[in-house]
Structures are given as C-alpha cells and as structure tokens.
C-alpha cells in the first residue's frame, strides 16, 4: 500500500500541474491529460481525507467537456524517416466513451449541472473513436448518463429495459441508472463493489486513485439525492 | 424487446435534428470524415465497427444490420487484405494472423467475387498473394480456403511460387512443412499440362515430398490403421474405416487376397461358434459370415465384403431395430436347431481343416521359396507376381497403404465414385442375401431403401418395416458404447493434453528468452538510430516491462519519448480503464495512459519523469516521439533485420 507521504508527493505533482482555469488549456491532449490529472487528484485528496473533492470534480468535468469541445483538433502525425511516408489523422483518442462517462459522473458528483447539461449535449458520433475503442456498453451507459443529467427519466428506462448481463461496472450502472428512473434509491455499496472489482480486473492496484475515488458511486448518489431533494441534476 | 443499444440507435437517428446544433455543447473543430474506419459513427456504423471488432455482446444482441457490412466500411474486402499484406509505416511485417485474416476474406467471397480479387491482386506491383502464401502458417495452408484462394491464380505464377518456396536461397537451406505443403497445393490447382511441365525437372516435387509434414501432422496413422486392418483382417472386433479399406485392399491383390479369405472365414467361424460369444444368436454374425463367404469370390466379392463389414460394425452399435418378433421366430425355428444339432461338428472339422490347409500351404511356400519372405502361407501355384518373388502380407500391405494415401491424396473424385460403386454392389449384395433369408421365411418380398439418415430393410408385400438403422445413431453408438475405444479415446486426449501443456511451457520459456533478446536488439537499435538522430542527447530514463516508456532522451530542452521495437514491429493498444476501454498505441490517449501509470509508481525517477512529461506535454513542442524497429528478425533472410525510424508527431 501506498504510504500517506508518497500519496502527498503525488496529489502535489499532480496539483502543480493543474491550470487554475480549465478554460484556458489549448488543445485536446492538454485538455485531456487537465482532466486525468483533476481525476487523479481528486482520488489522491481523498484518500488522504483532504477537503477540495468536489473543486477537483469540478474542474475533472469541465476539463472532459473541453476534451469533447476540442475533439480532433489536433493531428496525429506518424512520419517513417527512411522513406519519407507520413500518415495524418485527427487524434480523437481522448474523446472516448469512458472520458464522457467520467466526465459527467464528476460534474453530477460536484453538483455541476451546467457542465453536466452540456455534456449531454455530445452527439454519439463524437463518442466514438476507432483509436480508442470500446465495448457499447459503455455507450449504453455514456447515453444512459446523458438522458439522466437532463432529468429524462423515461429515456433512461427505455434504456435499461433490457435485463443487463454485463458484470462490469457498467452493467452496474445501468441496473442503478433503472433504479434511479423508476424513483428508487441507488445502491452505492453495490457501485462500490464493481467498480472496484472492474478496476482491478484491468488490472489497477486497489490503492490507485481513481479505485479509491470511486466515481460512480459518487455521481450516482449525487443524481439520487438531487431528484430526491426535488431539485434538477 | 429491442436491446438497450438497439434503442439508443433509434432514439438517436429519430431526434439528430434537434441535436444537429447544440446550444452550449461548442466544437471548437468539428471534424469530417477522416482515414480508417470509424472515423465519422453513424448508428449503423458503430454496429459494424462492434462487429468487425469480434464483439459478442453485440453480435448476439443487437439484430443484423439492414446494410451489408461491406457498405458500411470505408475499406472494400480487397482493400482490407491489402491493407493486411502491406508494409506500412508503422507496421513492419505480415504476421502469421495478417495471413490468416487475409485468407479468410478471400476466401468467404463467391467464386466471382474471388477470381476478381485474386486477379486485382496479382496484377499490382506489390505481391499481396505471394506474401500471404509466404507467411501462411500450418493450420492456413491445409485449409480448404487457401486452396480455393489460390486455385483462382494463373497457373504459371503458382508454379513460379511453388518453385520459390522450396528452393533454397542464400544461408536458408530449409523448406519447412508449411512451404512444402503450400507448394504442393499450389500446385494441385495447376491444370495437369502445366503440372508435367513443372514437374519435368523431378527436383520440385522431389524436395516437396522430403519435406511434407509428417507423423502426427496427418491425420492420425492412416498408414497404421491400413497396415492394422491388412495383417488382421476380421481378428479386429474394431475396425475403423481404414483397417476396412485395407482389408479390401489386400484382397484385390492375389495370393494374398485367398490367404485373407481363409484368415476371415476362421475369424467368422470362431465369432459364430465361439462358446462365449455366440455369435450364431445374433443375425450380424450371420451377415458377416455371409459376406466372408462372398468375400471368395476374387475382385468384387473382396469389395462387398470388406463394405459388408463397414455396415457390420455400424449394426453392432446397437441402433438396429428388427422387427418384432420376426428374428426371434426365424431363430427359434430354423437356426437354433440347426446349430445345435448339426452344425458344431461340421464347424468344429471346417475349421480345422481350413487351419490344416493354412499350415499347409505355409510349409509348401517355405519349401519352395526358401529365401523368400518368412511367415507367409497360402497357395504359392496361385501366386501372380512378376518374377515369381512372394511378397510378404507385410509387404504387400505396406504397398496396399502407399497405394491408398496415394489414391487419396490424387485423386479425390476418382475415389469418390469408386467409393458410390462399392456402395452401390454392396446393396445390391445385401439385396441378394436377404432375398435368400426371406424366402427362407416364406416372405413375398423385400426392400431396401435409404431415407435421410435411415436405411431402412422392408419385408412382406405390406411394406412392413423389417430393420431401420439410423446411420448417424450407429456412429455415435459405435464410439460410445464400445469400452474400449472410449477408453483409449479419454487416455489419447488426457495424454495431447499433457504433451500439449509441456510443449507450451517449455515452448513459453524459449519464446520469453527469444522475446528478450529481441527486445535487446530493439533497445540496442535505439540507441544507435536516436544517436544518429540526435547527436549529443541525454539518456533521462530506460524503462522496464510493460506500462512504461522504453527511453526518455532530452536534447535543448526538449524531451524525446522513444518507443523501441524488437521483431515484428506492431503498435498495439492498452487498455487504459476499466471493463475494456482501450486506446491505439501512438494515440494521445495511450501515451497519457502510460505516463499517469509511470506517475504513480514507488520508482521514484520513473514518477519524476513521467510527471515532467506530463507538464511538457502541455506545451506544444517540447516533446517528441520516436518509435525505432529491427523489423522482422530472421536470420536466413537476406536483411536479417530491418531497421526504421518513426516520428509520430505529438499534437
């Protein structure tokens, strides 16, 4: 396990590196590695019970729509030297299912609807990219998301009608996205659970941060309560 | 119900207008349709894109798309084995897989379709089909896909390139089992004019023969089972199709074929009349006894019976249904009494008499030939060799085996119709005997008929069903319930599986040190080329495994990420969360991927540059990619290695 002075030295590398204006970050790649660093440091803040969660969750979302905002703008360029051939292709690779899902369960966590809203806004051509492909049902769950942080509950059960057999953390998703759309309380400890069982069968460490920061857990809770509170997510 | 993706599909198409244009969702750089596929993701897209990708879920989720694939990627078939068969900038080499996917493109077209491809392919500058045939391993080239793919090829490049394959070259004095094979069925598709000319020369063929594969790579010991069925004839209660064929086999050739007569008549005898077996109660031991007797008769009466035998086998699997009542009134009647009463006597002195005339006729041929080949009986007036030399029944069975796999591997159709003609004497055999039966038991008529899978024997003018054997049940049955075969059938299997295990860890320990070394070369090559590159740059950082960067090399401020390649250089992917998102390496996704795992590591210089990238990175400029490779190393090629450097420009 990684001792509380290692993870110090790390939430201060990666905090040095954050902008203190997501806005402001130039292109997808700065955009996207802005948006793994919040989420990182996040995971980091809060292992070692630190305050500024929601800041970082904030700053995690806005980032991740930025990654979308950007997407494609910059060049991928692969040039063989010895004969001259080059490639080029947008890099899109950033701008993938995961990177919105993560991006709105930080805005849900940190109560950033606006962010959240716009997110919602991202055409599922822009979800997909070949560079970085993905099983649909992390799709499934990105759109799932999408309906939900826009409060359209009878999209979301259309959505989950089908009895789910993925055991991933998204198939988990998607049974508490229904339970959230038929006016049920979302389970958080079985969240918990597979989102830290799929972690670690990608092969994570249990104490990585984004493990420990349990995202899923976190921006579900946030989109119960904030319907149970009457509020719009 | 519509799955979930399903719907999500719909409800994207139905409403895209009112998304088209989002209020506060702002692309700063919206991008059009770019290279590769996927690049632009309609609904239907995506579902191609899931499908090409092997995915299951969707495959067994979502229905078949209305729109052929081929209309959904931007690559036509033709262009995707292209694409596989390319050496391209950042792929080196034609893998065993490339080969293989190639083949199975090709070969999942229609005829038309196929000799269009094959022609568009052999007409450019790059060998597309040459390579495909080079890099094919074992299990493609003994496909029946590679033989259809390459039959649509001009016979004179098939020569040319079975002429290649097993030619030797400049330090490669082998031709593997692979290239031997694929030669020869390069080969087999030439039209016979074209062949003899090819074959003139004796050497091709000559070399493709040393070098087929061999022992356990045919399919298992047909030689043995020939040879098995030549030498023990009816003394095998478990015959396969081959000990069957060789059976009939040596008793086509004379001599051998009457001491082969004798040998069965006594196997039919001893299983008839055998105290413990009593095979006189079970109406296939009358069958078999009968197709012995048939079995005298030279030529013809040897294919009945050795056919006689194959059904045999199959109605001793128990699927036999006799009509009711009518075997047991026949037996109670008419064979219980004669064998009882009459027969064991005369049997008892047939056989030995039939065994005082082998011994006999052993001792004669001994006398007459006594440097001829030992353990031979029979009657040596009989003998019609050329020369007069007596070969021996091992002897002759070898021929009979080589004769067979030759037939085999020749002449497909030919055996083909011999065999429907055997099949076709042997009804007609069996029509006969069970003419004699049944007038023996008074019925009017009979009929054979074959009905899908069933073969069904009629008796009586009302067309009453006197045995129904379903051929399928009987082979399943066969296998199942014989004890024997079950039990050496689990032993064979449990012992592949030993051996396969060994193989693969003594087979991974030999490929981890092959791998190492040629990851050292990889890293060997790197240092050169990025001193070439780059004179007077600092080595920041070497990696270690996997998840890290090779080499990190600093020169006026500016770092240089270096990937280094060993063997068949091919970028691959990661996986970069959780439940299988994954991202291309030389993707912006995957280099952050690496570096945040290099940023959480306890080695501290791997954290310190990992986060000194990641600032970099930040600022367009200030760090370059490089992946070097050795290509694909072989040492009997003319380039052993083939070095390259790549720059992939960071965005």
């Not at chain 1, 958080?188 to 994570?204: F, K, P």
């Not at chain 2, 045939?133 to 098939?158: C, E, I, M, W």
């Not at chain 2, 024997?484 to 860890?505: G, N, S, V, W």
């Not at chain 2, 320990?509 to 890293?523: M, Q």
Request: aromatic fraction near 4%.
């Amino acid at each position: 396990m990684t001792d509380a002075a290692t993870r110090r030295q790390q939430l201060n590398a990666v905090r040095g590196r954050l902008s203190n204006n997501v806005t402001a970050v130039a292109g997808a790649l700065a955009a996207y590695i802005e948006f793994t660093d919040a989420l990182t440091a996040a995971g980091l803040s809060q292992a070692l019970g630190e305050d500024g969660v929601p800041d970082l969750l904030r700053h995690a979302g806005r980032a991740g729509l930025l990654v979308f905002e950007t997407r494609g703008s910059q060049d991928l360029v692969v040039t063989d030297l010895d004969t001259g051939e080059t490639i080029r292709k947008p890099d899109t690779s950033a701008a993938n299912p995961t990177t919105v899902v993560q991006a709105l369960l930080a805005a849900l966590a940190s109560g950033d609807t606006e962010t959240a809203a716009s997110l919602a806004e991202v055409p599922p051509e822009d979800l997909q990219t070949d560079q970085a492909p993905a099983p649909p049902v992390i799709l499934v769950v990105a759109t799932a998301l999408q309906r939900a942080a826009v409060g359209d509950r009878a999209s979301v059960r259309r959505l989950t009608a089908d009895p789910v057999r993925d055991a991933s953390i998204y198939g988990e998703m998607l049974r508490q996205l229904d339970r959230w759309a038929r006016g049920d309380a979302v389970d958080v400890d079985q969240l918990r659970h597979a989102d830290t069982a799929s972690w670690l069968d990608a092969g994570y460490a249990a104490d990585d941060p984004i493990v420990l920061l349990g995202l899923p857990a976190l921006g579900l809770s946030a989109l119960s309560l904030s319907e149970r509170s009457g509020q719009q997510p | 119900m519509p799955s979930a993706l399903a719907i999500l599909m719909q409800e994207w198409e139905a409403d895209r207008p009112a998304r088209d244009r989002p209020a506060s969702y702002r692309r700063q750089h919206p991008t059009g349709p770019t290279t590769g596929i996927g690049a632009s993701f309609g609904p239907q897209r995506l579902l191609a894109l899931q499908r090409l990708a092997g995915n299951r879920a969707v495959v067994s989720r979502i229905p078949p798309p209305e729109l052929a694939l081929g209309q959904m990627m931007h690559k036509s078939p033709v262009e995707e084995v292209k694409s596989l068969l390319e050496y391209g900038v950042v792929d080196w080499a034609v893998t065993d897989d490339d080969a293989r996917r190639a083949c199975q493109i090709l070969a999942d077209m229609s005829p038309m379709d196929l000799a269009k491809a094959v022609a568009t392919l052999d007409s450019s500058s790059t060998p597309y089909l040459e390579r495909m045939v080079d890099n094919a391993p074992y299990a493609l080239v003994r496909t029946p896909g590679f033989a259809k793919v390459v039959s649509q090829r001009q016979a004179a490049r098939n020569v040319a390139l079975a002429k290649q394959l097993v030619s030797y070259k400049f330090l490669d004095w082998e031709v593997t089992p692979p290239e031997a094979l694929a030669a020869q069925t390069l080969l087999d598709s030439v039209p016979e004019g074209d062949k003899k000319d090819a074959l003139a020369e004796g050497w091709l063929q000559k070399r493709i023969q040393e070098n087929l594969p061999q022992g356990d790579d045919y399919e298992t010991g047909i030689g043995e089972q020939l040879l098995d069925g030549a030498l023990q004839g009816d003394f095998n209660e478990d015959p396969t199709f081959w000990n069957v064929v060789s059976q009939i086999g040596v008793g086509l050739v004379p001599y051998a074929g009457q001491v082969a007569d004798i040998r069965d008549l006594l196997a039919a005898i001893d299983e008839m009349f055998d105290e413990k077996k009593q095979g006189y109660k079970k109406v296939t031991s009358w069958i078999n006894l009968v197709l012995v007797l048939v079995g005298f008769v030279p030529g013809i009466g040897d294919l009945i019976k050795g056919l006689g035998k194959a059904a045999m086998k199959a109605v001793k699997g128990a699927a036999i249904k006799v009509g009711r009542g009518l075997w047991d009134k026949a037996f109670r009647h008419l064979v219980e009494p004669l064998i009882k009463h009459l027969l064991p006597d005369v049997v008892v002195k047939a056989k030995a008499r039939l065994r005082e005339l082998l011994e006999a006729r052993a001792k004669k041929l001994a006398a007459e030939h006594p440097n001829g080949p030992q353990g031979v009986s029979g009657d040596a007036s009989k003998v019609d060799v050329p020369g007069g030399a007596v070969p021996s029944i091992a002897e002759l069975s070898k021929a009979t085996d080589e004769a067979f796999v030759e037939a085999a591997k020749g002449a497909p159709r030919r055996t083909g119709r011999v065999i429907s003609e055997l099949v076709h004497d042997a009804m007609e055999a069996l029509k006969a005997w069970a003419g004699n039966v049944y007038k023996e038991l008074e019925f009017i008529r009979f009929d054979v008929e074959v009905k899908g899978d069933d073969l069904i024997l009629y008796g009586i003018s009302s067309k009453y069903p006197l045995i129904r054997a379903n051929i399928k049940t009987i082979k399943r049955d066969i296998v199942q319930k014989t004890d024997f075969i079950m039990r050496q059938l689990k032993e064979r299997d449990k012992l592949l599986k030993a051996a396969r295990a060994a193989a693969d860890d003594v087979a991974g320990a030999i490929r981890k040190e092959a791998i190492d070394i040629s990851e050292g070369l990889g890293e060997h090559i790197a240092n050169i080329l990025i001193k070439r590159e780059l004179p007077g740059a600092k080595l920041l950082f070497t990696g270690s495994g996997s998840g890290t960067l090779d080499k990190v090399f600093e020169l006026g401020g500016v770092l240089h990420v270096v990937e280094a390649k060993g063997g068949a250089g091919r970028l691959g992917s990661r996986e970069i969360a959780a439940a299988g998102q994954r991202a291309e390496q030389g993707s912006a996704a995957y280099l952050v991927s690496v570096l945040n795992n290099m940023a959480l590591s306890t080695d501290k210089a791997e954290a310190e540059i990992a986060n000194q990238l990641l600032k970099k990175l930040k600022q367009p400029g200030s760090v370059r990619m490089w992946v070097t490779s050795t290509g694909k190393l072989n040492i009997n090629a003319a380039e052993p290695l083939t070095v390259k450097l790549i720059e992939v420009a960071i965005p």
